[in-house]
C-alpha cells in the first residue's frame, strides 16, 4: 500500500531562516507529486504538483521542491521565510495506478516567529 | 465562483445520531471527493465520486454513506455518529479525476460526537 512520509510535524523558524520540509512516499511505479498548504482559517490549496519533467518544480509564494526518484523523496524548500507563511503543510502522492486515491501526509506545522 | 462550499461549518452530535454533511461546487468537477483530518494522521479518503452517478469507498468509509446528487452536489451522511468520527471533514473537487489534477478544497465541517 502507498504511504506518505513527513518528517516533521511542527517546525519553529525565525523570519528569513530557510526552510526544507521533508517528505518520501512508498511506490516503486510513476508518481504524481502535490504539496498542499492550509493557511490558519483557509482552506487547503495547492502549493506546487511534480508529474513529469524537470523534477525542481516552482509553485506559488518563491517554494519550490525536488523530486528525487531514487530517495522517493519531494521535499518542499524556500530560501527566506516569512511570518505569514505559518501553516500547515501537507505533500500528497498520487500512483498512476491508484486511480482516484490521493495519499497525503500527516502534515507539518510550520510557525515562523516574526 | 465561489468554489467549493460546505454545510455546515460546525456540527455537535451525541452518539447515535445522524446527519448529512452538505457539499457543492460551482466549478463543473466530474469528480468529488470526502476526507477526513485528525491530528498526527493527515486527511483520509472516505468516498469519492469519479463522476455523476458513481461513488465508490476511499481508505476509510465505513460508518458513512454518500451521495452524488448531481455534478454540483456530493453529500456524506453519518447513520449512527459515534466519538471516533470525531474529526474535521473536508469535501473536495477536481476536474475529471486524473492523477495530476489538482483537488479544490471547501473550508471543512468541524464535527463533535458526545
Known amino acids: 500500500a502507498q504511504s506518505v512520509s513527513q518528517h516533521n510535524h511542527h517546525v519553529i523558524l525565525s523570519e528569513a531562516a530557510s526552510l526544507e520540509l521533508g517528505c518520501n512516499y512508498s511506490?516503486?511505479?510513476?508518481?504524481?507529486l502535490f504539496w498542499y498548504v492550509q493557511y490558519p482559517g483557509q482552506h487547503l490549496q495547492l502549493l506546487l504538483k511534480?508529474?513529469?519533467?524537470?523534477?525542481l518544480v516552482k509553485g506559488i509564494k518563491g517554494f519550490e521542491a525536488e523530486f528525487i526518484k531514487s530517495k522517493f523523496s519531494f521535499n518542499l524548500r524556500k530560501p527566506s521565510v516569512q511570518w505569514s507563511d505559518t501553516a500547515e503543510y501537507f505533500c500528497?502522492?498520487?500512483?498512476?495506478?491508484?486511480?482516484?486515491?490521493?495519499?497525503f501526509g500527516a502534515g507539518t506545522r510550520l510557525f515562523v516567529k516574526a | 465562483n465561489a468554489g467549493v462550499t460546505q454545510t455546515p461549518k460546525f456540527q455537535v452530535l451525541k452518539t447515535g445520531q445522524s446527519m448529512t454533511l452538505q457539499c457543492a461546487q460551482d466549478?463543473?468537477?466530474?469528480?468529488m471527493y470526502w476526507y477526513r483530518q485528525d491530528p498526527g494522521m493527515g486527511l483520509r479518503l472516505i468516498y469519492y465520486?469519479?463522476?455523476?452517478?458513481?461513488?465508490d469507498k476511499g481508505e476509510v468509509p465505513n460508518g458513512y454513506n454518500v451521495s452524488r446528487l448531481n455534478k454540483r452536489e456530493f453529500s456524506l451522511r453519518l447513520e449512527s455518529a459515534a466519538p471516533s468520527q470525531t474529526s474535521v471533514y473536508f469535501c473536495?473537487?477536481?476536474?475529471?479525476?486524473?492523477?495530476?489534477?489538482?483537488?479544490?478544497f471547501g473550508p471543512g465541517t468541524r464535527l463533535t460526537v458526545t
Open positions: 465520486s469519479a463522476s455523476e452517478g458513481t461513488t
Open positions: 500528497a502522492v498520487n500512483a498512476l495506478s491508484g486511480g482516484f486515491k490521493t495519499i
Open positions: 466549478m463543473n468537477h466530474n469528480s
Open positions: 511534480y508529474f513529469s519533467g524537470d523534477p
Open positions: 473536495a473537487s477536481s476536474e475529471s479525476g486524473g492523477t495530476s489534477d489538482e483537488q479544490y
Open positions: 511506490y516503486g511505479g510513476t508518481v504524481n
